[in-house]
């Protein structure tokens, strides 16, 4: 990468109007996350020279923007001006960027299409990718984890990890030696449905106590981001995570995570201080940045102020340090939202899972909140926003935990949604909070 940029300079340098490099430097800002800045530019060398391949980044940079619609009016251009006598693999990338933009834009009928048309000139991972979203957003989920599996050492955050073992294809009599290739709500979702003879688990750091505690009889790493395995092997058989949802029965599902005893003690005690009111957990924001639908699925505290205003103490659920935007809140409404930053920013998640056992309910937008409460059979009401994953997908129930419900802000819209939300938990709770003191938990 920064050869490769280092050499583009070089060049611009020199010819600062070919508008080929133009094209490779949206690529190159586009792949560095800074899509906005190839924006412009990508415009700019469309207005100069119309190809298919200036179109091509003028589309491809707005599918980075998650301005769907937009990219496919460009990206057809693009098709329409595509020689015939093309070579097949640069329709096939084409095809791959159409088949993501249309995912993009919900329309998965078509992304089925041209991911297709894509992987019948050559079976490249970002078709498979695009075919598998397409497939798991309509909840075809054998097809679509079947697909999903193609990208992992091709996509950025899904490593393929290899322990010289064979893949698992779901044999029984195998040891299996199951990896993380996720962030936490993944590997907790994912984990819920392993039916294999589970052996050892290579996870994300902060859940390996979590995930001993909860499989007491497996070998269980935290060593999801260590480039050299060092222990052990005694598995007869690797598998990522998400390759082995191929062999899982996808169905609504109560907990299954084991906490920490005597950490929930200590939470019952410092929670029942408060008051004998519910004690609801909550998270307005997810995703990282320019991850799909991430500036739709925040929500403001101010947005929220009609929950926050009903009789329950709120506890923030926040997994980065938001305290500044909590203060100012308070100062504006005088509004308590309680935040505890070592059960919540904290690397081991055992922790977490403790204090979110001992509230009453959780109600946050997707993020990995809700994935641990249904985790642990905790009610949890999440207000879905309008670009979702296909975890929650566009229409249906919470596909994981019975514990779980939706409130799906596109169709209720958001103030709705709230006051649905505002509802489901009056009917949950009669006033009085399950964790009354410290003495229910002894």
Same mark, same amino acid.
């Given at each position: 990468?920064?050869?490769?940029?280092?050499?583009?300079?070089?060049h611009?340098h020199?010819?600062?109007?070919?508008?080929?490099?133009?094209?490779?430097?949206?690529?190159?800002?586009?792949?560095?996350?800074?899509a906005?800045?190839?924006?412009?530019?990508?415009?700019?060398?469309?207005?100069?020279?119309?190809?298919?391949?200036?179109?091509?980044?003028?589309?491809?940079?707005?599918?980075?923007?998650?301005?769907?619609?937009?990219?496919?009016?460009?990206?057809?251009?693009? =098709?329409?001006?595509?020689?015939?006598?093309?070579?097949?693999?640069?329709?096939?990338?084409?095809?791959?960027?159409?088949?993501?933009?249309?995912? *993009?834009?919900?329309?998965?009928?078509?992304?089925? *299409?041209?991911?297709?048309?894509?992987?019948?000139?050559?079976?490249?991972?970002?078709?498979?990718?695009?075919?598998?979203?397409?497939?798991?957003?309509?909840?075809k989920?054998?097809?679509?984890?079947?697909?999903?599996?193609? *990208?992992?050492?091709?996509?950025?955050?899904?490593?393929?990890?290899?322990?010289?073992?064979?893949?698992?294809?779901?044999? !029984?009599?195998?040891?299996?030696?199951?990896?993380?290739?996720?962030?936490?709500?993944?590997?907790?979702?994912?984990?819920?449905?392993?039916?294999?003879?589970l052996?050892?688990?290579?996870?994300?750091?902060?859940?390996?106590?979590?995930?001993?505690?909860?499989? !007491?009889?497996?070998?269980?790493?935290?060593?999801?981001?260590?480039?050299?395995?060092?222990?052990?092997?005694?598995?007869?058989?690797?598998?990522?995570?998400?390759?082995?949802?191929?062999?899982?029965?996808?169905?609504?599902?109560?907990?299954?995570?084991?906490t920490?005893?005597?950490?929930?003690?200590?939470?019952?005690?410092? =929670?029942?201080?408060?008051?004998?009111?519910?004690?609801?957990?909550?998270?307005?924001?997810?995703?990282?940045?320019?991850?799909?639908?991430?500036?739709?699925?925040?929500?403001?505290?101010?947005?929220?102020?009609?929950?926050?205003?009903?009789?329950y103490?709120?506890?923030?659920?926040?997994?980065?340090?938001?305290?500044?935007?909590?203060?100012?809140?308070?100062?504006?409404?005088?509004?308590?939202?309680?935040?505890?930053?070592?059960?919540? *920013?904290?690397?081991?998640?055992?922790?977490?899972?403790?204090?979110?056992?001992?509230?009453d309910?959780?109600?946050?937008? !997707?993020?990995?909140?809700?994935?641990?409460?249904?985790?642990?059979?905790?009610?949890a009401m999440?207000?879905?926003?309008?670009?979702?994953?296909?975890?929650?997908?566009?229409?249906?129930?919470?596909?994981?935990?019975?514990?779980?419900? %939706? %409130?799906?802000? !596109?169709?209720?819209?958001?103030?709705?949604?709230?006051?649905?939300v505002?509802?489901?938990?009056?009917?949950?709770?009669?006033?009085?909070?399950?964790?009354?003191?410290?003495?229910?938990?002894?």
């Amino acid at each position: 990468m920064d050869l490769a940029g280092a050499l583009l300079l070089e060049h611009m340098h020199e010819t600062p109007d070919d508008v080929d490099a133009w094209v490779m430097l949206t690529r190159f800002l586009i792949d560095g996350g800074k899509a906005p800045f190839a924006y412009p530019i990508a415009l700019a060398a469309a207005k100069r020279k119309k190809t298919w391949q200036t179109w091509m980044a003028v589309g491809a940079t707005e599918a980075a923007l998650q301005l769907s619609k937009k990219a496919l009016v460009s990206l057809k251009k693009a =098709l329409v001006l595509m020689p015939k006598n093309e070579p097949p693999w640069n329709r096939a990338m084409l095809y791959r960027v159409m088949a993501n933009a249309s995912v *993009q834009g919900y329309a998965f009928k078509v992304a089925e *299409q041209y991911a297709e048309l894509s992987l019948e000139i050559e079976p490249h991972p970002q078709g498979h990718s695009a075919l598998a979203f397409a497939k798991l957003h309509q909840r075809k989920w054998r097809e679509g984890w079947y697909h999903y599996q193609f *990208q992992l050492g091709h996509a950025m955050f899904r490593d393929k990890h290899d322990y010289n073992l064979p893949e698992w294809r779901g044999e !029984p009599e195998a040891r299996v030696l199951v990896y993380g290739e996720q962030g936490l709500g993944d590997q907790i979702a994912y984990m819920s449905t392993f039916s294999g003879n589970l052996n050892q688990l290579n996870v994300h750091p902060k859940l390996k106590n979590l995930f001993a505690r909860t499989f !007491p009889d497996v070998q269980v790493f935290g060593d999801q981001f260590t480039p050299e395995f060092k222990h052990r092997v005694t598995a007869t058989h690797q598998t990522s995570m998400a390759t082995a949802m191929q062999w899982a029965t996808m169905e609504r599902r109560d907990g299954y995570l084991k906490t920490h005893r005597e950490r929930e003690l200590m939470w019952a005690g410092l =929670l029942a201080s408060l008051g004998s009111q519910p004690k609801i957990g909550i998270a307005w924001t997810g995703g990282m940045q320019n991850s799909d639908g991430w500036r739709t699925r925040r929500l403001g505290l101010q947005q929220l102020k009609p929950l926050l205003e009903e009789p329950y103490h709120f506890i923030s659920l926040q997994y980065k340090d938001y305290a500044s935007e909590i203060g100012e809140f308070y100062r504006d409404t005088g509004i308590k939202i309680h935040d505890f930053p070592w059960g919540t *920013q904290t690397d081991d998640y055992e922790e977490t899972a403790a204090l979110v056992n001992c509230l009453d309910a959780v109600v946050c937008v !997707p993020t990995t909140a809700y994935h641990l409460a249904g985790a642990l059979s905790k009610p949890a009401m999440v207000l879905v926003h309008d670009q979702p994953h296909f975890h929650e997908g566009l229409q249906g129930d919470c596909p994981w935990w019975q514990s779980v419900e %939706f %409130f799906r802000r !596109p169709q209720l819209g958001t103030e709705r949604a709230i006051e649905a939300v505002i509802d489901r938990l009056q009917k949950l709770f009669s006033g009085v909070s399950r964790i009354e003191s410290a003495e229910n938990y002894q």
